[in-house]
């Protein structure tokens, strides 16, 4: 069975009437919400909007809800590469009239597919509860889900601007390379990339991302090759991480599967353990190895 089962009663789907999410042009001018984004980047918010109309009376009676159950409208929010979600907006259904949803997601909170869930939900405990009827705050009568590509997204990870200073990061630094704690831990979970806020010639050089000038991509492609540089130093160096990539690759989010995915992309066929020998013994020319390795994958498409 694929299908989720409620223990309790929930209105037809009819009883929800929902019209597309908007989102906003450069321009300001509400656009219909596209399957894909083309040309998205980590700078753009998404100003979004929707109406939604509920059949009460209906909705009550297919539900067998008492009449002074409250009902709310919440639109929860979800980023497949960050991991993050929230609550868009949420409204009091007080009559069968049109109601508005909207708000903001910030950029820097989003990444791969977002998923906009509109749900229909009791606002507040029950004092008199029944069988097989909704009774708690946030049970969920009706949803429409939708889904949206962030295209143009293709960094390897999530993208912030912070403020280095206050972070008690060295001012002067241009990035900074968060990671997981372990190499079973999800890599969107803890994988993530900050930029120094006061390095304007670096964070213009993101915001372009899409459309760089050659200066802004030659200050990208620096900050690519050190970032994987890290990430390779990462497990090359650590000899319980590098013993842990087999495991690992059982889980295919996990971020040791992402640290093995780039070592056989950059490296490909070639054992883990050799890399690391060569990594302490001749750092030098693996240096020079990576460095071309790094190359050939970007002008392949493959990082």
Same mark, same amino acid.
């Given at each position: 069975?694929?299908?989720?089962?409620?223990?309790?009663?929930?209105?037809?789907?009819?009883?929800?009437?929902?019209?597309?999410?908007?989102?906003?042009?450069?321009?300001?001018?509400?656009?219909?919400?596209?399957?894909?984004?083309?040309?998205?980047?980590?700078?753009?918010?998404?100003?979004?909007?929707?109406?939604?109309?509920?059949?009460?009376?209906?909705?009550?009676?297919?539900?067998?809800?008492?009449?002074?159950?409250?009902?709310?409208?919440?639109? @929860?929010?979800?980023?497949?590469?960050?991991?993050?979600?929230?609550?868009?907006?949420?409204?009091?259904?007080?009559?069968? &009239?049109?109601?508005?949803?909207?708000?903001?997601?910030?950029?820097?909170?989003?990444?791969?597919?977002?998923?906009?869930?509109?749900?229909?939900?009791?606002?507040?405990?029950?004092?008199?509860?029944?069988?097989?009827?909704?009774?708690?705050?946030?049970?969920?009568?009706?949803?429409?889900?939708?889904?949206?590509?962030?295209?143009?997204?293709?960094?390897?990870?999530?993208?912030?601007?912070?403020?280095?200073?206050?972070?008690?990061?060295?001012?002067?630094?241009?990035?900074?390379?968060?990671?997981?704690?372990?190499?079973?831990?999800?890599?969107?979970?803890?994988?993530?990339?900050?930029?120094?806020?006061?390095?304007?010639?670096?964070?213009?050089?993101?915001?372009?991302?899409?459309?760089?000038?050659?200066?802004?991509?030659?200050?990208?492609?620096?900050?690519?090759?050190?970032?994987?540089?890290?990430?390779?130093?990462?497990?090359?160096?650590?000899?319980?991480?590098?013993?842990?990539?087999?495991?690992?690759?059982?889980?295919? @989010?996990?971020?040791?599967?992402?640290?093995?995915?780039?070592?056989?992309?950059?490296?490909?066929?070639?054992?883990?353990?050799?890399?690391?020998?060569?990594?302490? @013994?001749?750092?030098?020319?693996?240096? &020079?190895?990576?460095?071309?390795?790094?190359?050939?994958?970007?002008?392949?498409?493959?990082?």
């Amino acid at each position: 069975m694929t299908a989720s089962v409620y223990p309790y009663l929930r209105p037809k789907a009819e009883c929800l009437t929902v019209t597309p999410w908007l989102s906003a042009a450069p321009d300001g001018t509400p656009i219909a919400l596209p399957p894909t984004v083309a040309a998205w980047d980590y700078q753009t918010d998404l100003q979004l909007s929707r109406e939604i109309k509920v059949d009460i009376a209906v909705l009550r009676q297919q539900a067998d809800l008492p009449a002074d159950v409250p009902l709310l409208c919440v639109c @929860e929010w979800t980023a497949s590469n960050s991991l993050l979600s929230g609550i868009l907006d949420h409204v009091e259904i007080l009559s069968p &009239a049109a109601h508005i949803l909207k708000g903001r997601i910030a950029g820097t909170d989003l990444g791969g597919s977002l998923t906009l869930r509109t749900a229909v939900v009791v606002g507040a405990d029950t004092t008199d509860p029944r069988p097989f009827v909704a009774a708690r705050a946030g049970e969920v009568l009706l949803d429409d889900i939708v889904t949206t590509r962030l295209d143009g997204d293709d960094a390897m990870f999530p993208v912030s601007v912070c403020d280095f200073r206050a972070a008690g990061i060295d001012a002067h630094a241009r990035w900074y390379l968060q990671t997981p704690a372990d190499p079973y831990a999800p890599a969107m979970g803890g994988l993530r990339l900050y930029l120094n806020v006061e390095d304007r010639e670096l964070v213009n050089a993101a915001v372009r991302a899409a459309t760089p000038s050659a200066a802004q991509q030659r200050l990208i492609d620096d900050m690519r090759d050190d970032v994987t540089r890290q990430l390779v130093d990462l497990v090359l160096l650590r000899q319980d991480w590098l013993e842990a990539l087999l495991s690992c690759t059982v889980d295919p @989010e996990s971020f040791g599967a992402s640290l093995a995915t780039i070592l056989d992309t950059l490296f490909p066929g070639e054992p883990h353990q050799t890399l690391a020998a060569q990594r302490v @013994e001749r750092p030098g020319d693996f240096a &020079a190895r990576l460095q071309g390795a790094v190359r050939r994958a970007t002008a392949d498409g493959a990082i």
